[in-house]
């Protein structure tokens, strides 16, 4: 199984998907130590108050005795609810109440203020001494100093609210790396299948290097090929529209005027063969124009097919070979369709016929340029404007106020370029000195 290439979705997906649970892991882990950590120890406050404490349990010992000190105990009780005691260094009470076994065990299980406040759910026991002798106040931590107090809310935090909150973060990336840019798509295709025909998704989706910028570019390039067919084929049936009323008012008018049989059979084959011919171009211009078919490809010696194609013309049009001279070399070969190939220069090469002057020429010559042959047919007609080259190949154009020969629909150089464009070829045209130059890029056999 191949793998998808780097900016593919998956190792997003993946990653996203590691990124969750690398952060997940760690609010569990290492926040949670570090919560720990942070809550172990008394704050430098906590210490102080406890600190104090310890100077009230020395003033009532030394002021009052044991009296003294059985009043601050119950009032520190009363206060904090917590355990405590006075002792000397021997561990007996200072107070007038002995300590009972149990006490005397719990006495050696107690802290200093700097160590740590021992493990969570616990509730440390803290002893401090006092300055001048070696008494000291024992005391349970008071709740309200526990610096665990809160950890109970930070766990809740922690483990649920805030992987909820991460899990709707990474929800909200994958929207905007994947449903958003499928929203677009979808209001984009709706808006296509409505009838508006530049709906485009626009560089923020097509930008992207993975499977949805190429969807999105292959939306694109639908979409304008689409909107591309239907402004040809509603122009071209516009201009076939037009073409054809000619024809159609002509035999009207022999029909209604011409009184002689034979010549109106002249005229009716005439000018259906006409139609049908203008029909014929129009239909394979759109066949070639939205199929886009890939036709057969095959060696062609072009020095042959011109010599095929200008006894064809001169046939019809009584120039001679001479006329239509080929200059290029013998081993000329190119790799394309043979009928594509020969239609497209019989187009080319009856349009610059057409266009010739009296006793004009018109000639095949090219180069090799790598590995692809670049082909030039050029008569000695008065050119085109420069503004115009580019006109000339589209359907239903006639120049023919810049160039004489007014017969024709149009529809040969722009066949021509379509056909030689459907075998991986290209066709432009410059002016010469005089007339005009077809030339023809077609990959070398």
């Given at each position: 199984m191949n793998?998808?290439?780097?900016?593919?979705?998956?190792?997003?997906?993946a990653?996203?998907?590691?990124?969750?649970?690398?952060?997940l892991v760690?609010?569990h882990?290492?926040v949670g130590?570090?919560l720990?950590?942070?809550?172990?120890?008394l704050?430098?406050?906590?210490?102080?108050?406890?600190?104090d404490?310890?100077?009230?349990?020395?003033?009532?010992?030394r002021?009052?005795?044991?009296?003294?000190?059985d009043?601050?105990?119950?009032?520190?009780?009363q206060?904090?609810?917590?355990?405590?005691?006075?002792?000397d260094e021997h561990?007996?009470?200072l107070?007038s109440?002995?300590?009972?076994?149990?006490?005397e065990?719990r006495?050696d299980f107690?802290r200093?203020?700097?160590?740590?406040?021992?493990r969570?759910g616990?509730?440390p026991t803290?002893?401090l001494?006092?300055?001048?002798?070696s008494a000291?106040?024992?005391?349970?931590?008071?709740?309200r100093?526990?610096?665990?107090q809160?950890?109970q809310?930070w766990?809740v935090?922690?483990?649920r609210v805030?992987?909820?909150v991460?899990?709707?973060v990474?929800?909200l990336?994958?929207?905007?790396?994947?449903?958003?840019p499928l929203?677009?798509?979808?209001?984009q295709a709706?808006a296509?299948?409505?009838?508006?025909?530049s709906a485009?998704l626009?560089?923020p989706?097509t930008?992207?290097?993975?499977e949805?910028?190429e969807?999105a570019?292959s939306?694109d390039h639908?979409?304008?090929r689409l909107?591309?067919?239907?402004a040809?084929q509603?122009?071209l049936?516009?201009d076939?529209?037009?073409e054809?009323?000619?024809?159609?008012?002509?035999l009207r008018v022999a029909?209604?005027?011409?009184r002689?049989?034979?010549?109106?059979?002249q005229?009716?084959a005439?000018e259906?063969?006409?139609m049908?011919?203008?029909?014929?171009?129009?239909l394979?211009?759109v066949?070639?124009?939205?199929?886009?078919?890939?036709?057969?490809s095959?060696?062609?010696?072009v020095?042959?097919?011109w010599?095929?194609?200008?006894e064809?013309?001169?046939f019809?049009t009584?120039?001679p070979?001479?006329?239509m001279?080929?200059?290029?070399?013998?081993?000329?070969?190119?790799?394309?369709?043979?009928?594509g190939?020969?239609?497209?220069l019989?187009?080319v090469l009856?349009n610059a016929?057409?266009?010739?002057?009296?006793?004009?020429v018109?000639?095949?010559g090219?180069?090799?340029?790598?590995?692809?042959w670049?082909l030039?047919i050029e008569d000695?007609g008065?050119?085109?404007a420069?503004?115009e080259?580019?006109t000339?190949f589209?359907?239903?154009?006639?120049?023919?106020?810049?160039?004489?020969g007014g017969?024709?629909?149009?529809?040969?150089l722009?066949?021509a370029?379509?056909?030689?464009?459907?075998?991986?070829?290209?066709?432009?045209a410059?002016n010469g000195?005089?007339?005009?130059?077809i030339h023809?890029?077609?990959?070398?056999?």
């Open positions: 793998l998808p290439g780097r900016h593919s979705l998956l190792w997003r997906l990653g996203a998907l590691a990124l969750f649970c690398l952060l760690s609010l882990v290492d130590r570090m720990l950590d942070t809550t172990s120890y704050p430098e406050s906590s210490r102080q108050i406890l600190r404490e310890a100077r009230q349990a020395e003033t009532a010992w002021d009052g005795g044991a009296s003294g000190v009043a601050y105990l119950q009032n520190l009780h206060r904090e609810q917590v355990w405590a005691v006075v002792v561990k007996h009470s107070g109440r002995p300590l009972t076994r149990e006490e065990q006495l107690v200093k203020l700097d160590f740590s406040v021992g969570p616990t509730t803290f002893y001494p006092f300055s001048d002798s000291r106040l024992v005391m349970q931590l008071p709740q100093l526990n610096p665990r809160y950890n809310l766990e935090l922690l483990q805030l992987p909820a991460l899990a709707v990474v929800a990336l994958l929207y905007r790396l994947l449903i958003a929203a677009i798509l979808r209001r709706a296509l299948s409505a009838g508006d025909l485009r626009g560089p989706v930008r992207r290097r993975d949805l910028g969807l570019r939306f639908m979409a304008e909107q591309g067919t239907v040809f509603r122009k049936l516009r076939l529209s037009h054809l009323r000619t024809p159609l008012s002509r029909g209604e005027n011409e002689d049989g034979d010549a109106l059979r005229r009716l005439r259906v063969d006409a049908e011919k203008l029909v014929g171009d129009a394979e211009l066949w070639l124009d939205t199929e886009r078919p890939q036709l057969p095959e060696d062609v010696d020095v042959r097919l010599d095929v194609l200008r064809n013309a001169g019809e009584g120039w070979h001479t006329r001279p080929c200059e290029l070399p013998a081993d000329c070969r190119v790799r394309g369709n043979l009928n190939l020969a239609q497209a019989e187009n009856r016929i057409r266009h010739s002057p009296d006793g004009g018109v000639r095949l090219g180069r090799l340029e790598g590995n692809k670049l030039c000695q008065s050119g085109v420069e503004g080259l580019e000339i589209r359907p239903f154009t006639r120049l023919s106020a810049a160039r004489p017969d024709g629909f149009g529809l040969g722009a066949i370029r379509r056909m030689i464009e459907a075998q991986g070829g290209r066709v432009w410059e000195r005089p007339g005009l130059r023809m890029h077609l990959p070398a056999a």
